[in-house]
């Protein structure tokens, strides 16, 4: 699942952090900034080490290329990419009407420096400064960073683009959005692509109190045009899409708390639906912190991971982060080429079984988003996917006991079986060390 911000996750208990640091250290460093940890404190040192790369901004890398692509298609727009990912909830969060309770806040979902400054978790964290520099058309891009699982399609940091366009509100400008959807309604010619659309407006999905139901409409289907325009750019010849194989795209409604109407788009690839972007008609309360209140306008964040995934048949998302030449030299500034795989090297899964300490209730216990990262802590980019496996509380002790299988495979070389024991000793005695469980 992509990870959209919105409401459907399940909802999870706010809980305090775990300390990375030693406890003897109270300040980390990050981008050459010290900063104050507290019981929020949940940065890991790998994550660390990524704040500086900065892929998006290296031109012969698949998402350097793609951005400049997504960035040629939008000429008129500001193009903004170098946005520092530190940011404070208040900018991820509150700028955008998050609710108080929401899960995306909660420190099992979310890198934290400490309790007021955190790592931004999607691109939309910019939207009201971007807004309040009186920038009406702009395209973002930035490294984001979430708390996830651990498997070929998920990372911990990955790249957004944001757009966005903003008009004068009625009854200056509505002319312009009407002349713009004309135009790119007759630029828009299907080709061996099929899009699925759905409804502007719905009882479900509504246009905002403020708003005049049909300019928000007009809005709305400017936005979707801008898109469909992009996705058939991008997609429109994509390795394989025939006549009668067409690449599909649909249109879902979709619900955030900072736009209404809210959509997501889904391609069809390898057999499943992918999301690859989350927008909608920008909720009047972003513009009216922004101080630009009568504007009215759309945004969009695009996930890069995903399209560069389809688009040069990337199987692995850990394989953006590699430093082999055998990955970089493949590719060439502003052109997509199909990834020639230069091997793929045998995978070695190791289980772990053990009880958690018992713990008054209420009092938080191990997320597996902490485990995903003990091991990204100790194995990094040769840990490939982590499951779950078995996981039970005993009926009488109410210990909770689990089970995680952890695949481990190089993308450049074959591991051999000690080195693999290796690290799997070494999880298992910081999995001993910070959480205090017991192998089973
Ligand atoms: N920020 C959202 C996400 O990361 C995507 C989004 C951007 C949705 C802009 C609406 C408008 O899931």
């Known amino acids: 699942m992509y990870r959209t911000l919105n409401l459907r996750c399940i909802q999870r208990v706010l809980r305090p952090g775990r300390l990375y640091t030693t406890p003897a250290s109270s300040t980390v460093k990050v981008l050459g900034t010290d900063y104050l940890t507290d019981s929020y404190t949940n940065i890991t040192p790998t994550i660390l080490s ?121 009854p200056y400008a509505m002319r312009e959005v009407e002349e713009d959807n004309e135009r790119l309604s007759a630029h828009l010619k299907q080709s061996n692509i099929v899009i699925e659309d759905i409804p502007h407006l719905t009882p479900a999905n509504p246009s905002q109190p403020s708003h005049n139901p049909q300019h928000s409409e007009a809005v709305a289907l400017n936005l979707k045009l801008h898109l469909n325009s992009l996705l058939l750019e991008l997609f429109g010849d ?72 389809i688009l040069y048949s990337i199987p692995d998302i850990r394989l953006f982060w590699s430093s082999d030449k055998r990955f970089l030299s493949q590719f060439t500034p502003g052109r997509i080429s199909t990834f020639k795989p230069y091997s793929k090297y045998p995978p070695c899964h190791k289980d772990v079984s053990f009880w958690l300490p018992s713990r008054p209730d209420g009092e938080a216990k191990m997320h597996d988003n902490d485990f995903c990262d003990l091991v990204r802590d100790v194995a990094g980019d040769l840990v490939e996917d982590v499951k779950v496996i078995d996981r039970f509380t005993h009926p009488k002790t109410k210990r909770d006991s689990l089970c995680y299988r952890i695949n481990y495979r190089s993308m450049d070389r074959s591991l051999s079986n000690a080195e693999v024991n290796d690290i799997q000793d070494q999880v298992v005695s910081h999995l001993k060390d910070r959480f205090g469980v017991e192998i089973r």
């Open 50 to 170: 990524k704040l500086p790369l900065q892929l998006h901004r290296q031109p012969a890398h698949p998402l350097g290329t793609l951005r400049t692509l997504i960035e040629s298609h939008f000429p008129s727009f500001s193009h903004l990419s170098s946005l520092s990912p530190i940011v404070t909830p208040y900018q991820n969060f509150d700028s955008l009407s998050f609710p108080a309770d929401h899960p995306g806040r909660s420190v099992t979902d979310s890198y934290y420096i400490n309790k007021d400054v955190m790592l931004r978790t999607h691109t939309s964290a910019h939207e009201v400064e971007t807004f309040a520099k009186g920038e009406t058309k702009w395209l973002l891009t930035a490294d984001v960073y979430r708390r996830d699982e651990i498997d070929g399609s998920h990372y911990p940091v990955f790249h957004q683009m944001e757009g966005a366009k903003i008009f004068e509100a009625a």
């Open 238 to 309: 994509a390795a394989g899409a025939t006549k009668e194989d067409p690449l599909k795209v649909r249109w879902i409604e979709a619900y955030f708390p900072f736009t209404s109407p809210s959509y997501e788009v889904e391609v069809f690839f390898r057999g499943k639906w992918l999301e690859i972007l989350g927008c909608g008609v920008v909720l009047q309360g972003t513009l009216d912190r922004a101080n630009v209140p009568n504007k009215l306008g759309w945004a969009f964040g695009l996930g890069l991971e995903r399209i560069a995934m």
